[in-house]
C-alpha cells in the first residue's frame, strides 16, 4: 500500500488534533508529536515494563 498515511493522534492534554506535529522519536522507536497549542509533548503508546497492572498487590 503506498500513501496510507496516520492520522495524528488527538493531544491527551487539550485533546486538539489540529496543533499536534511530530515531535522526533523516542529511544524506544516509537514517534513522540508535540501539540503546539498547550506546549506538550506526548507519545501514542508508552512502554514501562516496570508498571504492569496485572501483577499490582491491592489490599
Do not use: L, W
Not at 39 to 45: I, L, N, S, T, Y
Not at 46 to 52: E, K, M, P, T
Request: with cysteine; hydrophobic share 25%; glycine share 6%.
Amino acid at each position: 500500500m503506498i500513501g496510507i498515511k496516520k492520522p495524528f493522534p488527538n493531544c491527551p492534554h487539550c485533546h486538539k488534533p489540529i496543533t499536534v506535529r511530530k515531535h522526533g522519536k523516542a529511544r524506544s522507536g516509537i514517534q513522540r508529536y508535540f501539540c503546539r497549542g498547550c506546549h506538550k509533548a506526548f507519545q501514542d503508546k508508552y512502554i514501562y515494563f516496570a508498571y504492569r497492572e496485572s501483577e499490582m498487590i491491592r489490599p
